[in-house]
């Protein structure tokens, strides 16, 4: 957690200026949404944090880049779920690639390795492989959670 120390900063900033964010924008594959990423969303949530989620904020009828974008604007930080499935759309260059170049010119990314390592994502992106995370090969996701809802506490 003291590696996430510039994420804090900059969330503790953005709530002084901001305070009506969404404490983070989860990015995360879209093959991922019904699985891993709900999982992780509802554990957040159960931990009082305030999540942009595509599968419960892209309401029917609106254009899904401009909610997204919205919710970019409007989150403290990102977390973006690094599973096999993200590995392998980011080359397509879709909607979570796009996400992720808006998270990564500012300090408010953090990646939650999840099913996969390091390396891998080091292979696919190098400067989201640069920055601190989390790692559900170390921690289980409930205790990710926690710590994501520690972080963002103000």
Same mark, same amino acid.
């Given at each position: !957690?003291q590696s996430l120390t510039p994420i804090r900063e &900059?969330?503790? &900033?953005? %709530? /002084?200026?901001?305070?009506?964010?969404?404490?983070?924008?989860?990015? #995360?594959?879209?093959?991922?949404?019904?699985?891993?990423?709900?999982?992780?969303?509802?554990? @957040?949530? %159960? +931990?009082?944090?305030?999540?942009?989620?595509?599968?419960?904020?892209?309401?029917?009828?609106?254009?899904? !880049?401009?909610?997204?974008?919205?919710?970019? /604007? =409007?989150?403290?930080?990102?977390?973006?779920?690094?599973?096999? +499935?993200?590995?392998?759309?980011?080359?397509?260059?879709?909607? +979570?690639?796009?996400?992720? +170049?808006?998270?990564? !010119?500012? =300090?408010?990314?953090?990646?939650?390795? #999840? =099913?996969? &390592?390091?390396?891998?994502? @080091?292979?696919?992106?190098?400067?989201?492989?640069?920055?601190?995370?989390?790692?559900? %090969?170390?921690?289980? !996701?409930?205790?990710?959670? %926690?710590?994501?809802?520690?972080?963002?506490?103000?």
């Amino acid at each position: !957690m003291q590696s996430l120390t510039p994420i804090r900063e &900059t969330v503790e &900033t953005r %709530a /002084a200026q901001q305070p009506d964010l969404r404490d983070v924008f989860l990015c #995360h594959a879209w093959d991922d949404r019904q699985g891993v990423a709900k999982e992780l969303r509802d554990l @957040l949530v %159960a +931990a009082g944090v305030k999540v942009w989620f595509s599968e419960s904020d892209l309401a029917l009828g609106v254009p899904m !880049m401009r909610a997204i974008d919205k919710g970019l /604007a =409007n989150s403290r930080i990102g977390l973006v779920l690094v599973t096999p +499935a993200l590995l392998a759309s980011l080359p397509r260059e879709g909607v +979570a690639d796009k996400e992720l +170049a808006v998270l990564l !010119m500012r =300090n408010q990314l953090v990646p939650i390795v #999840h =099913n996969t &390592t390091y390396g891998a994502l @080091l292979n696919v992106s190098p400067m989201l492989a640069s920055r601190s995370g989390l790692s559900t %090969a170390e921690d289980s !996701m409930a205790v990710v959670a %926690a710590k994501i809802a520690e972080l963002i506490a103000v």
